[in-house]
Nanobody, 119 residues
Framework: QVQLVESGGGLVQAGGSLRLSCAASGRYAMGWFRQAPGKERELVAAISWSGGSTNYVDSVRGRFTISRDNAKNTVYLQMNSLKPEDTAVYYC????????????????WGQGTQVTVSS
């Protein structure tokens, strides 16, 4: 059983930055997802185990960067130029094998961390 622990959420003004971290041991592709009130959970960014393959939802491309440090068993989501519509609970998730982009394809989930962007 993989344990995923997110950290780094909080309250920030529009235009600000936050960096989320997710501690996860093992050889997994990782994804960051988010869920806003009344909306479905959506993929924000995903990264392969090697870090060589990444993907982003269009709404965050150019503003968010996913990365990983396998020596530290940690995956990061650097979020810049934050907008009020980025407000959500952010989850990290892991899956064995190749990186995928659907919520249903991830096997392990963290507890989530709240990100709130004020206007």
């Amino acid at each position: 059983q993989v344990q995923l622990v997110e950290s780094g959420g909080g309250l920030v003004q529009a235009g600000g930055s936050l960096r989320l971290s997710c501690a996860a041991s093992g050889r997994y592709a990782m994804g960051w997802f988010r869920q806003a009130p009344g909306k479905e959970r959506e993929l924000v960014a995903a990264i392969s185990w090697s870090g060589g393959s990444t993907n982003y939802v269009d709404s965050v491309r150019g503003r968010f960067t996913i990365s990983r440090d396998n020596a530290k068993n940690t995956v990061y989501l650097q979020m810049n130029s934050l907008k009020p519509e980025d407000t959500a609970v952010y989850y990290c998730a892991a899956r064995s094998g190749a990186v995928r982009f659907q919520t249903s394809e991830y096997d392990y989930w963290g507890q989530g961390t709240q990100v709130t962007v004020s206007s």
